[in-house]
Structures are given as structure tokens and as C-alpha cells.
T-cell receptor
Framework: GQQLNQSPQSMFIQEGEDVSMNCTSS?????WLWYKQDPGEGPVLLIA?????ELTSNGRLTAQFGITRKDSFLNISASIPSDVGIYFC???????????FGTGTRLQVTL | DGGITQSPKYLFRKEGQNVTLSCEQN?????MYWYRQDPGQGLRLIYY???????QKGDIAEGYSVSREKKESFPLTVTSAQKNPTAFYLC???????????FGQGTRLTVV
């Protein structure tokens, strides 16, 4: 099955820095979702995007639905230690009723 | 509070044994899913069900079985045919026609 390409695979940043990650696909999606997974826990939905070009924020998080509908971006501003975890993107076509997940970006924040 | 409950959190299994992982939701969602996550990897779809008494194979269904007798419940059985069952298993659900999946806390299965 297809998995979306996420980059970078991992990031080590200092507290207070901004973070950018992206997700790309060879297929078009109608919805993009971003999840965060803490160690040993299930993923939690952060942001949902429903329209090409859409820019949506949730606190320090901002995500964008790419114009081509084949990519999405997530930015985290002023990172804090609790931002540590794995961030997954997921795409949804509206058919077959299932999500396609990215390979994940592991974020580590140092003080 | 509505949500998805997976049990147990940790599970140990001897080689050659079948084991069943529980997933219950009270969100009134029609669709439910099982994913497998290996260390440092993404989520791979095992099985999914869009409605009671119906389910479909995902990308890695071999060695697994499911049932969907009730809307609230979607148990996953890891059979002895699954050659490498040690992994983190996640259950999720969605409302019909919507993409936002809600996940349980996961079950970590270890074969000893």
C-alpha cells in the first residue's frame, strides 16, 4: 500500500526554534490531516485541511494544503519541550473510506 | 467522555498462540480500523470495517483476522500464522463520510 513521503525523517532543534515539515504524494487528495504521536500513545489529530491552498492554524501550529493537492506543510513556531513526538500527515481521497499515512517526522527538542 | 478504548495496553504471547486485541468505541462511528506500527515506522492498515458485519483487508492482512458483530466493537486476532507479530497495534474510528480518524491508546504486543 502507498505511504506518503514525509521530510525530514527526523529533526533535532533547540527550544524556541521554528519547525517546518512537509508531506508529498504522487496522488491527489481531497483532505489532508496532521497528527502527533507521543511515545507509546495513539496519534492525536492536530489540524484538518479541506481545500487546496487552505492555510489553517491551531495555536503555534500552522498547516497548508498545497495548491497541487499533492502536498501539505506543517509549521510549528517557538517550539517547546512538549512538542517532542512523531508527526504524521495523512491524505484522504473521499473514496474507499480510508486514510493514507505518511512515514512520519520525529521531532526532538533540546533545552 | 466519548472515545476509543484498547485493551490490554501490553500483551505478551508465546509463539504459536493466537491472541485477541480489544477495541471499543462509544463515538457512534460506523467505520473502524486496525493499524500496525513497527519501531520508527509509519502506520500500516491491517483491516477496516465500514459497517457492522462487513470488513475488508488492508495492506497487511495476512496472519490477522477480525470480526464486527457490534457497531462499538472491532476485535483483532493475531494468529499463529503471523510470522512477526511483535509490534504496536492501533485501533481507530471515523464517522461515515468523514476523514478525521480518532485513535485508541494502542496495544503493544510482544512475542516471547
Amino acid at each position: 500500500g502507498q505511504q506518503l513521503n514525509q521530510s525530514p525523517q527526523s529533526m533535532f532543534i533547540q527550544e524556541g526554534e521554528d519547525v517546518s515539515m512537509n508531506c508529498t504524494s504522487s496522488s491527489i487528495f481531497n483532505t489532508w490531516l496532521w497528527y502527533k504521536q507521543d511515545p507509546g500513545e495513539g496519534p492525536v489529530l492536530l489540524i484538518a485541511l479541506y481545500k487546496a491552498g487552505e492555510l489553517t492554524s491551531n495555536g503555534r501550529l500552522t498547516a497548508q494544503f498545497g495548491i497541487t493537492r499533492k502536498d501539505s506543510f506543517l509549521n510549528i513556531s517557538a517550539s517547546i519541550p512538549s512538542d517532542v513526538g512523531i508527526y504524521f500527515c495523512a491524505g484522504y481521497t473521499g473514496t474507499a473510506s480510508k486514510l493514507t499515512f505518511g512515514t512520519g517526522t520525529r521531532l526532538q527538542v533540546t533545552l | 467522555d466519548g472515545g476509543i478504548t484498547q485493551s490490554p495496553k501490553y500483551l505478551f504471547r508465546k509463539e504459536g498462540q493466537n491472541v485477541t486485541l480489544s477495541c471499543e468505541q462509544n463515538l457512534n462511528h460506523d467505520a473502524m480500523y486496525w493499524y500496525r506500527q513497527d519501531p520508527g515506522q509509519g502506520l500500516r492498515l491491517i483491516y477496516y470495517s465500514q459497517i457492522v458485519n462487513d470488513f475488508q483487508k488492508g495492506d497487511i492482512a495476512e496472519g490477522y483476522s477480525v470480526s464486527r458483530e457490534k457497531k462499538e466493537s472491532f476485535p483483532l486476532t493475531v494468529t499463529s500464522a503471523q510470522k512477526n507479530p511483535t509490534a504496536f497495534y492501533l485501533c481507530a474510528s471515523t464517522a461515515t463520510g468523514l476523514s478525521e480518524a480518532f485513535f485508541g491508546q494502542g496495544t503493544r504486543l510482544t512475542v516471547v
